[in-house]
């Protein structure tokens, strides 16, 4: 590899990075005290670094270790995993779920076997949080955009070339990273952790100790340059550089690739160098900081394997997040081992003193040190990181709410970067509106027409609905929410002679936005049906624009419960009433409503004689939920990864819960926008939905009506020989 200002001496290390503090080197204890071992029992996961019986480096994870003694743990091996060889420096990273700190263990292989390996504690330390803060490692996955899921391939062949490969480092926003370098000395006050010799070869030999290291970033932080050839950046730290400083004597490296919400792991070996190659490093800036020195590795294996120890730890679910007041305060526990290794002299004495606070107020601790990391994120570029799929879509202002009925409200939505709302007349939109601590997501109709800096959604009050509830009774103007769409095929082909429109209760929504925009050109008539007088949505509008437009725009009501006040037409929109308003086929007919007026429609269509091409539908009852029940299954979305789908769970509310990138919309099975092809396995779907028969036999689903009856795999295909039709 030609490596531009490679970095090969301990010197040309320190004079980038500097040299580390004494008090980070002594921190660190030989032996498990009872603050260590409460948290190796609380860890139900670790990254463990070795080298198997012929060199090759390796890191793999590994469920909860057990506890022998002060300097003996024994820990379980993966399936199929070799063994490590005995003698050789092994090295841990135990994750403790929920929490920014994690524990660091380093040590020597004694003995393994019948699946298991016993392994002499030499170092343990713990390790700031940075790491895990900058990669929103506990955070709900954030969700990764199609373009940059990585489903392409790396530039030439190599194991990098592999289009899972690509995917996971595409989404990845943490690792672990395994190195080794030379024996650890021993100095007065515990194991200080650093290494003997300096440049490459220094009397550190191929057998000494290891170091597993975490690194957390943004997604797709470790850029693949080629077949072969990775980059990761290297940020500001605490200045100790195991991993770096190991490199310059051993260049041997191995690591496990995670995303967050994922099962699969990416499991890399090869080699690595250091270099400040400036022209590289511009490339990986976040915000306005350069990191100060990058790894280029040179990849000779890439496997995507899953994860057991995840699996069965259930590591995403947050539900299982440890609760910080039932586990060792982690920087109380750091400050304790230092106090302990300084404990001579006045230097001792002011150690002792400065860390008692911190030992003695853990609550007061933890808040002091997330404030501290917070300020420290956001000034590295790493403030607002978002959680799931609410940031999703497009954000807006809720400008206005009419009250257009007693359980009818239109919102008015501002795009708050002034952008004008550009769709079809009859589409709809998605709202994903936080309600009570969750993003939930509904699609309406936009009632506006097309082309303003301003849409209009009106929303009508569904009893039992929570976001009909929320939009009609808790929605105030200035609220923000995001806004995907549009979305949808209900609307009047371009240009239109005669209109003739029908629609019952909220389903004149989208009715009100093509008459909107078309009254002025086209011949309009809107057949429009309501229980009562006072549930008629935009009545008075209707009668301004009747009067306005006479001869070009007519309505006729029907109302099935009218007082006697009601001079209108009374009854329901079925077969007997629409032989008697439609008396020829003139004209492009467009009907939205429930379900049974939809059928009288068509029975009613089809005696007229009107053509498949002049008919559009929309209906307004969205598929009933299916069964909750069931238990968990595993889901594979090719090429991007396997996840977990609680019992309950749509495959979708899964997918995007695990920063899948799966296409969507409505999520109520009305717009076809998450169809995929089923590989294999047996999904439930709730009905209706809006999957046609001859889909359905090709094996196509709705993710967001699809709830999964055993293990499944499906197709995401976002390349140009498939499209996401918008559909009713």
């Known amino acids: 590899m030609d490596v531009k200002q490679r970095i090969g001496t301990v010197g040309e290390l320190e004079a980038v990075l500097g040299t580390p503090p004494e008090a980070v080197m002594r921190k660190q204890v030989d032996a498990l005290d009872d603050g260590c071992r409460r948290l190796l029992r609380a860890s139900p996961v670790a990254g463990f670094g070795y080298r198997d019986v012929d060199g090759v480096p390796r890191t793999v994870l590994v469920g909860a270790v057990r506890v022998v003694s002060a300097r003996r743990i024994v820990v379980p091996l993966p399936e199929g995993d070799p063994e490590p060889g005995e003698g050789g420096g092994v090295s841990f990273v135990f994750l403790l779920p929920g929490i920014g700190e994690v524990l660091r263990l380093n040590g020597t292989a004694v003995r393994a076997e019948a699946g298991s390996v016993t392994v002499a504690v030499e170092q343990i330390y713990v390790h700031c949080a940075r790491a895990v803060l900058r990669s929103g490692l506990w955070e709900p996955p954030r969700p990764v955009a199609i373009s940059a899921a990585g489903h392409g391939r ?52 191929g057998d000494g100790g290891g170091d597993t290291s975490p690194r957390g970033d943004h997604p797709g932080f470790a850029r693949v340059l080629d077949g072969d050839t ?6 500001r730290g605490n200045k100790r550089a195991d991993t770096f400083r190991n490199l310059l004597v051993d260049d041997r490296f191995s690591a496990a690739v995670l995303v967050p919400g994922r099962l699969d792991v990416l499991h890399l ?26 790894l280029l590795v040179t990849v ?153 800096s301003r849409l209009t959604l009106t929303v009508k009050r569904v009893e039992g609905g929570l976001v009909s509830t929320y939009i009609n009774k808790r929605m105030r103007k200035g609220d923000r929410i995001r806004l995907l769409g549009p979305s949808g095929s209900f609307h009047a082909a371009e240009p239109s002679r005669r209109l003739i429109l029908i629609a019952a209760g909220s389903g004149v929504t989208p009715m009100m936005s093509i008459i909107r925009a ?29 009067k306005e437009h ?63 091409e002049r008919r559009h539908e929309e209906v307004f009852t969205p598929a009933v939920s299916g069964a909750t029940g069931g238990t968990a299954q595993r889901m594979t979305v090719e090429p991007y990864g396997t996840i977990q789908v609680e019992a309950g769970q749509t495959l979708l509310d899964a997918g995007l819960g695990a920063g899948l990138p799966m296409p969507y919309s409505c999520t109520v099975g009305s717009c076809g926008e998450c169809r995929m092809t089923l590989l294999r396995g047996e999904v439930t779907m709730a009905e209706p939905n809006c999957l046609r028969p001859d889909e359905r036999d090709k094996g196509d689903i709705l993710t967001c009506v699809a709830r999964p009856l055993s293990e499944v795999a499906m197709e995401a295909d976002y390349g140009g020989s498939r499209t996401w039709p918008n559909r009713t």
């Open 154 to 205: 790396a530039p030439g062949a190599g194991p990098l070339a592999d289009p899972k490969v690509a995917a996971i480092l595409a989404a990845s926003p943490f690792m672990l990273v395994s190195t080794w370098g030379g024996a650890r000395e021993e100095t007065q006050g515990g194991a200080r952790g650093e290494t003997r010799g300096g440049a490459r070869g220094e009397e550190r030999g």
């Open 230 to 235: 990775l980059a990761i950046p290297d940020r």
């Open 269 to 294: 070996s090869g080699r690595a160098v250091i270099t400040r190659d400036p022209e590289l490093l511009a490339t990986m800036m976040t915000g306005n900081e350069q990191p100060h020195a990058g």
């Open 300 to 452: 000779t294996a890439a496997a995507v394997r899953s994860g057991a120890a995840i699996e069965a730890a259930r590591l995403w679910d947050r539900e299982r997040h440890l609760d910080p007041d039932a586990v060792p305060n982690m920087m109380g526990l750091a400050a304790q081992h230092l106090a302990t290794n300084m404990a001579g002299g006045v230097q001792g004495l002011l150690i002792r003193w400065l860390t008692r606070p911190l030992q003695s107020f853990p609550v007061l601790t933890r808040r002091l040190f997330a404030m501290l990391n917070r300020r420290s994120m956001a000034s590295e570029g790493y403030a607002g990181r978002a959680g799931n799929d609410q940031r999703a879509g497009r954000a807006v202002r809720v400008a206005e709410v009419i009250a257009e009925t007693a359980e009818a409200t239109s919102v008015v939505l501002e795009d708050e970067a002034g952008e004008p709302f550009d769709f079809r007349p009859g589409q709809f939109f998605t709202l994903a509106v936080e309600i009570d601590g969750r993003t939930v997501r509904r699609p309406y109709s936009a009632s506006s027409a097309p082309g303003s």
């Open 518 to 546: 078309s009254v002025e050109t086209t011949r309009i008539t809107l057949l429009y049906g309501n229980r009562s007088e006072e549930d008629i949505i935009f009545a008075a509008e209707l009668a301004a624009l009747e």
């Open 550 to 612: 006479e001869g070009r725009f007519a309505v006729r009501h029907l109302l099935s419960r009218a007082d006697r006040s009601w001079t209108g037409l009374r009854g329901r929109i079925d077969a007997p009433a629409l032989r008697r308003e439609l008396t020829d086929d003139d004209g492009e007919f467009l009907v939205c409503g429930p379900a049974g007026m939809l059928t009288a429609v068509r029975e009613v269509l089809d005696e007229l004689g009107v053509p498949e």
